[in-house]
């Protein structure tokens, strides 16, 4: 399992390209982002941090995607596939 955290903040949901040429590789079972999970969120004394950002990214550092393989390597390559538009 491995995250993409945003480098930017400002982009859309609907502008994450998870299908990226290394994310359709074999070894990688699912590349989730907020639009999928649904609004899920945590936090230490309150749950106000979102799982995965829903419908943008509000800080660098935001989860944006989450990526299941079979192994660290393969789940960091598709994160490394994984673009974002601003």
Known sequence: MGRFLAR???????RVDRY??????????????G???????????LCDWPVLSIDRVRFIGEFV?????ETP???QAAIAAIT???
């Open 84 to 86: 974002v538009e601003i």
């Open 65 to 69: 995607a989450a990526v299941a393989a």
């Open 35 to 45: 639009r999928d999970i649904g609004d899920h969120y945590f936090g230490r004394r």
């Open 8 to 14: 930017y903040d400002g982009a859309c949901e609907d």
């Open 20 to 33: 990226g040429r290394r994310a359709r590789d074999e070894g990688v079972h699912a590349v989730l982002t």
């Open 73 to 75: 390597q393969i789940a």
